[in-house]
């Protein structure tokens, strides 16, 4: 797992309006922390324009942090260049509690950080809990207590040492419409970013 202490250094806007009127109109928005507000502008930006977030975004964070420029930065490009059509996130209740709650329960109990729940719970049975029986997925996210929600997101993207790209698929999953966010914070001001996702359930 790749960490890094200081990577407040580029934190660009977040003032498409786009994004930014169909987030707010989300029920639950108001809800969210800065943070979890943050990621998920980034993440429906990255949908959205995917091809513009790779050149102003991943490349400058890149520019600033030149270990993460390899195969899946390369791979990353023509992948965020090929995606088209994507559709922006709705966040949905039940998978917000879903996050917020596997959040909590990994950062109370100090766990390491998992899919699963400290009582066994893998992510199908906390899916199947919350009545969900359509597709569905999760992205979990460490790191340091000065790393930014993008950062995070980028870090997702580029997947470094993880073979299958299961968090960058995710995210760039165009059958995915719902999700729910939380980002919570150890003892020690560490974040665990919690994101999953969900098809339509009709």
């Known amino acids: 797992m790749l960490t890094f202490k200081n990577t407040e250094t580029y934190n660009p806007s977040t003032s498409d309006q786009v994004v930014l009127s169909w987030n707010e109109k989300q029920a639950g928005y108001n ?30 964070v890149a520019q600033s942090l030149p270990q993460l420029k390899g195969k899946n930065f390369a791979s990353l490009k023509t992948d965020m260049e090929g995606a088209n059509n994507l559709p922006l996130l709705s966040l949905n209740e039940a998978l917000r509690n879903m996050a917020f709650y596997h959040a909590k329960d990994i ?9 699963n729940s400290t009582n066994g719970d893998t992510f199908e049975d906390r899916f199947k809990k919350i009545g969900l029986k359509n597709c569905g997925g999760e992205n979990i996210s460490f790191g340091s207590g000065g790393t930014n929600p993008l950062f995070m997101l980028v870090l997702l993207y580029l997947d470094i040492s993880v073979n299958d790209l ?8 165009p059958s995915y419409i719902n999700t729910g966010i939380a980002i919570e914070k150890f003892n020690n001001g560490n974040l665990f970013l919690v994101e999953d996702f969900a098809c339509s359930q009709q």
């Open 31 to 60: 809800k969210l922390t800065s943070d979890e507000k943050n990621f998920y502008y980034w993440v429906n930006y990255s949908r959205l324009k995917p091809k513009v977030f790779y050149d102003s975004v991943v490349v400058q």
């Open 107 to 115: 950062t109370g109990n100090n766990a390491s950080p998992s899919h």
């Open 166 to 173: 299961g968090h960058r698929k995710a995210l760039l999953n």
